[in-house]
């Protein structure tokens, strides 16, 4: 069993940057694992933002934030980051982060099996 903290989350204007952090315990990231980050606004689904493929570091991005977040690891800190720039209200949101097993990319909530519990961000204008 994996457990995933997310930190990092905050009050932030339009246009400014934030750096979010999924960091694993209980049992360290694996190579066949992919951690993705969603994020849920008020009233909405949550919906897939940015997965990384843990043994080679391949990532995909939702192209609502391609240019403007990155995902990136480090295998040492056993820790996937999320860096978001130019944030836009429509940004705000309670960001999780998520681990499945295997090497696929999959944007699907259900094709995850371990949650964090989630770091609210909010975007003002």
């Known amino acids: 069993q994996v457990q995933l903290v997310e930190s990092g989350g905050g009050l932030v204007q339009a246009g400014g940057s934030l750096s979010l952090s999924c960091a694993a315990s209980?049992?360290?990231?694996?190579?066949?694992?992919?951690v993705g980050w969603f994020r849920q606004a008020p009233g909405k689904e949550r919906e897939f933002v940015a997965a990384?493929?843990?043994?080679?570091?391949?990532?995909y991005h939702a192209d609502s934030v391609k240019g403007r977040f990155t995902i990136s690891r480090d295998n040492a800190k056993n820790t996937v980051y999320l860096q978001m720039n130019s944030l836009k209200p429509e940004d705000t949101a309670v960001y999780y982060c998520?681990?499945?097993?295997?090497?696929?990319?999959?944007?699907?909530?259900?094709?995850?099996?371990?949650w964090g519990q989630g770091t609210q961000v909010y975007v003002s204008s």
């Open positions: 998520a681990a499945r097993g295997g090497n696929m990319l999959l944007t699907g909530r259900y094709d995850y099996d371990y």
């Open positions: 209980g049992r360290t990231f694996i190579s066949s694992t992919v």
């Open positions: 990384i493929r843990w043994s080679s570091g391949i990532t």
